[in-house]
């Protein structure tokens, strides 16, 4: 602040012209005194007043965040008060959520923004916001039905609906649909699941499972083998597939004949051990659902092997041989039906090879020269696969003379035959072969060996001995022929017969063989009872077939055919045997006696005697006749096959015969026999005819007898003391029961003609009269009802019918049954019930008012802005009445009567629920409509103010908790950092200064 001087004389001016310094805040006096050379003075004074403009500064540092308090929408928070610098203290700090100086409150869940003021003794406030956080991080809960298995698959469950800390969690269906409850679920486990989720997006899911056991399907089963038939003590494979639900194998041996469980084995195979024929099967469950079982395997148990005794052809167990032969050996008492021949070199330390080819139960065996073989056989049983072993034979070939050249030097052979060929050459013997035709010859394996085998021979083919000794010249034998025809086949004769005494037998016939060298040489050969042994048949018994004629006694036959080298016993080849059973004529068939009888009555039994020869199981065919010239086959019971006959009841005099066969004695061949004649005199009986049976309704009926002959009377069979007749030997009697004898009723009409006397029975059957009760008339809501009649008779049955042609019964003849009209025809409806005891008929009416269930429209749910609402039912009938109530008590209606009523809420904001009751002649239907009410907020959006730059925090107050709102400006460049927040900074364009206006629409 520079000051000025003047003074009329010259001054001296020391120190600056001016102050220059800090003043404090108010007013401050400034003095100046200037004083000349003369000492006289001057003052000047002036005020210095220093304004506190600047507002104060407030400094947030704690933003809080905090999850919410359990089992409430919001928590407690403690709120640290802002920091407050400025040059004019004190200052005063206050909030706008409980307007103190502390801001600690009950905060609801989300940001609850809060300004806070602070306000200097110059008057100069401030703001700043600050944001309070609560995070509701509470989950809602929600529980429901437990798991649940089931057959039917239509299901009902109850809906399950969450719960929160805050309000209106909202509950869906988040799995499983479109699958809800009521709904038809698919076979196997669904789960559904149901979610609540809260406003903070906090959810809690809860799911069950809903199990639908499938109709169990027994599927089928399968073995291994198939079919099941095993080795004693082996297993057997089963396998399932098909079935549907949990397995049980079941086994049923033989020897208990009951199906048991077998522990532990439930899965979908089954490998078991057996010792004795038995049945398997599975029994399958599934969860709830019925049992149901598979089919069943029959598992057939093979005998274990039995190896039996090797036998030379001559019987023991040892045989000799000549170097080059063969022999047969044959394997007895045995049980099994496969085989391996084996053979061992080496008797005092056998090691068992075995002979390949040799499979069946006898083996030709030619052992080496000089050697000693052992043999034996392993016997396999069906499907058991461990074998037995056979006690053993022994061949010994012995040696013999070599001839000087190869011998045989011409052999014919049967196909399959063996031969040896001998050189007696001195030196190192090759033998070489070559066939027919051929020039070339080839060495054989076999070296300086004199025996050459040939085994199996099968081809033509020359033989020679190539023999060299040190330097000599080699030089050969002259060849050795082996020709070889092939094995006989096709020796077949046919065929089995049964033969009656004196009768001849039919040529047996025998197939034309093959093989050999194309001639053969046929002998029939037959055995009997007169020569146990088989005998070649001479002179007949030569030819290619052979007629035996008439014989004796049962005889077997064969034949044998031999062609070229193709003869004897092992290389001819001998046929089957056929068989020719004889059988003695039959005789002895005599029948018993004659006899006299009634009309329409039955003979004594005829008696027939035990016949004899045949084959001793007899067919029997009675006869019988009405001039004794005629014969047809017997009627009556049984007439055939019976060595008795019972003839059935008579009319007439009758004869009768006995025509006897057996086995082939039958009449074809003329071997059946005919008994004597016996005669049955027939006396006639009555006819009485009692009349038709009946139905009777009431007590007393007028019986129906035609008379034939002699005298009739009527009797009571069942009730002979209480059944009364006004004339007994009256065909047409009036008859009267006993009201407590209802039922059968048989009456006998006895005629007597000369002692044949005969009956005649009729039944009746009486009836009570029924008294049909429809039940009492009665009024129905809807279209369907159930109608209760009466049986007025035990045992009667009953129909309803109605007046109207529409109405539809689900089953017309149950006295309680359930009618369905049509929506068509409300009103009065008569329904008849016809009650009918076995054809006595009454009937009685009822008459039901089915009046129409309302359905009733209690309106859309819909959002309400304040406490007042007009509700808008419809009424679904003309002339049906209503009322509204709500799930809160202090809702009031102006009239709760009216469809359009006016509904006033207390101050419950939220949704309220409000049924709507339509009620059609006492026929009440219900109808929810659901009203959110909100409150209606006070938008503020803060004083107006003025800001120094382009950037400023705008200051709205939400009115009403948990409601939102949104900037807007009448500039469309001002940009807002959020403007759903109200304390949103905005920016304006540098070209738009001057009045903004900004909107908060709440």
């Known amino acids: 602040f520079p000051a000025t001087f003047n003074d009329n004389c ?71 008060s802002p920091g407050v610098t400025d040059c004019s203290e004190p200052v005063t700090l206050i ?5 103190t100086s502390d801001a600690s409150d009950f905060y609801p869940v989300g940001t609850t923004i809060i300004e806070w003021t602070a306000t200097d003794t110059a008057g100069n406030a401030s703001t700043a916001t600050q944001n309070i956080t609560v995070n509701d991080v509470q989950f809602p809960e929600i529980t429901g039905p437990n798991d649940t298995t089931i057959c039917d698959p ?42 609540v989720i809260d406003d903070s997006n906090n959810s809690m899911a809860y799911s069950f499972t809903v199990t639908v056991d499938a109709p169990t399907i027994p599927g089928t089963i399968s073995s291994i083998p198939d079919p099941a038939e095993i080795c004693q003590e082996s297993f057997v494979n089963f396998t399932i597939t098909g079935q549907t639900g949990s397995i049980q194998w079941q086994v049923q041996p033989a020897s208990t004949g009951i199906f048991a469980d077998v522990p532990g084995q439930t899965s979908t195979s089954l490998n078991y051990q057996f010792f004795e024929n038995s ?84 083996v030709i065996v030619s052992p080496p020269t000089g050697s000693t073989r052992l043999f034996r056989v392993k016997v396999w049983n069906g499907l058991c696969v461990n074998f037995n072993v056979s006690l053993q034979a022994t061949v010994q070939v012995n040696n013999k003379p070599i001839p000087g050249v190869v011998l045989p030097a011409d052999t014919n052979l049967c196909y399959g035959m063996d ?16 066939s027919f035709g051929t020039v070339i010859w080839t060495d054989m394996s076999l070296e300086n060996d004199a025996n050459l085998i040939l085994t199996n021979m099968m081809d033509s083919t020359q033989y020679r001995v190539y023999v060299t000794t040190g330097s000599c010249p080699p030089d050969s034998s002259a060849p050795a022929n082996v020709n070889v025809h092939p094995s006989i086949e096709q020796n077949t004769i046919i065929a089995d017969q049964d033969i009656c005494e004196d009768i001849e037998v039919d040529t047996l016939l025998g197939s034309l063989p093959s093989g050999g060298d194309g001639t053969y040489n046929y002998q029939w050969q037959a055995y009997n009872t007169s020569i146990p042994v088989w005998t070649d048949i001479a002179p007949d018994g030569t030819g290619i077939n052979y007629p035996p004629g008439v014989i004796g006694e049962t005889t077997q036959y064969r034949r044998f055919v031999g062609s070229g080298a193709c003869i004897g016993p092992v290389y001819g080849l001998l046929s089957d045997t056929l068989t020719v059973t004889w059988y003695p004529e039959v005789d002895n068939n005599s029948i018993t006696a004659d006899q006299s009888i009634c009309e329409n009555s039955a003979p004594v039994q005829l008696d027939g005697s035990n016949p004899s020869g045949g084959d001793g199981v007899y067919a029997y065919q009675w006869e019988e006749s009405i001039d004794n010239i005629n014969w047809i086959s017997a009627s009556g ?27 082939p004695c039958d009449a074809a061949a003329g071997g059946a026999d005919t008994s004597n004649v016996i005669e049955i005199t027939v006396h006639r009986y009555p006819i009485p005819d009692a009349g038709s049976d009946k139905d009777v309704c009431g007590l007393v009926d007028t019986l129906e007898a035609i008379a034939d002959i002699g005298i009739g009377t009527w009797s009571s069979l069942d009730f002979p003391i209480t059944d009364s007749f ?155 009445t209503g009322v509204w109530t709500s799930d809160f008590p202090t809702d009031i209606f102006d009239d709760p009567t009216l469809i359009d009523a006016e509904v006033t809420i207390d101050e419950t904001y939220g949704v309220h629920n409000f049924v709507w009751t339509e009620n059609n002649s006492g026929c009440l239907k219900a109808d929810t409509v659901a009203i959110t009410f909100y409150e209606i907020p006070n938008a503020s959006a803060g004083p107006d103010f003025e800001v120094c730059g382009l950037v400023d925090t705008l200051n709205a107050t939400p009115s009403v908790l948990g409601s939102v709102g949104i900037w ?18 905005v920016t304006i364009d540098s070209t738009t200064y001057g009045i903004h206006k900004f909107t908060w629409a709440e």
């Open 154 to 195: 239509d299901f009902f469950y109850p809906i399950p609906v969450g719960t929160d800390n805050c309000p209106n969690p909202v509950t869906t269906q988040t799995q499983g649909l479109p699958l809800t409850s009521g709904s038809t679920f698919p076979v196997g486990t669904t789960t559904i699941e149901y979610t």
């Open 95 to 99: 909030n706008d959520f409980n307007f």
């Open 637 to 663: 019971s049984n007439p055939n096959n019976l060595i008795d006959y019972q003839p059935g009841v008579l009319t007439q005099i009758t004869w009768y015969r006995r025509i006897v066969e057996s086995g």
């Open 419 to 434: 031969v040896t060929l001998i050189s007696d050459a001195n030196g190192f013997i090759q033998w070489q072969e070559r």
């Open 726 to 880: 006004d004339d007994v030997n009256d065909p047409n009697a009036e008859v009267t029961i006993n009201a407590t004898t209802y039922g059968i009723h048989n009456f006998i009409w006895t005629e007597n003609n000369n002692g044949c006397i005969s009956s005649d029975t009729v039944a009746l059957t009486f009836y009570e009269i029924p008294n049909a009760n429809a039940g009492p008339d009665f009024e129905v809501c809807g279209l369907v009802d159930t109608l209760n009649a009466t049986i007025s008779v035990s045992g009667s049955i009953g129909i309803w019918t109605s007046d109207i042609g529409t109405d539809i019964f689900d089953d017309p003849t149950l006295p309680n049954a359930e009618v369905t009209i049509d929506s068509l025809t409300y009103g009065v409806h008569e329904f008849t019930w016809a009650e009918d005891n076995n054809g006595c008929v009454t009937t009685n009416s009822v008459l039901v008012t089915f009046y129409e269930i309302p359905i009733p429209n209690a309106g859309a749910d819909k959002v309400v802005c304040g406490l007042v609402d007009t509700l808008n039912a419809t009424l679904s009938l003309s002339g049906n």
């Open 10 to 80: 010259t001054f001296n001016v020391n120190g600056p012209a001016g102050f220059f310094g800090d003043f404090p805040i108010g007013d401050s006096t400034i003095t100046y005194i200037a004083t000349d050379l003369s000492g006289n003075t001057a003052t000047c004074s002036f005020v210095i007043s220093i304004s506190d403009v600047h507002p104060p500064t407030i400094t947030i540092d704690n933003v809080p965040v905090q999850d919410n308090d359990p089992g409430f929408c919001g928590a407690n928070v403690t709120v640290i």
């Open 279 to 362: 049945n398997v099967r599975a029994n399958i469950t599934n969860g709830v659902c019925m049992d149901v079982s598979t089919n069943e395997i029959a598992v057939q148990i093979d005998s274990m092997p039995q190896g039996g005794d090797v036998l030379t052809e001559e019987g023991g167990n040892f045989v000799t041989i000549c170097d080059g032969e063969s022999t047969l050996l044959i394997l007895q008492n045995y049980l099994g039906d496969s085989f391996q021949w084996q053979q061992a070199v080496d008797p005092g330390n056998p090691v068992w090879v075995d002979i390949a080819g040799a499979t069946n139960d006898s």
């Open 968 to 985: 807007t400006s009448d500039f469309p460049s001002d940009i807002f950092d959020n403007p759903t927040l109200p304390n949103a900074e």
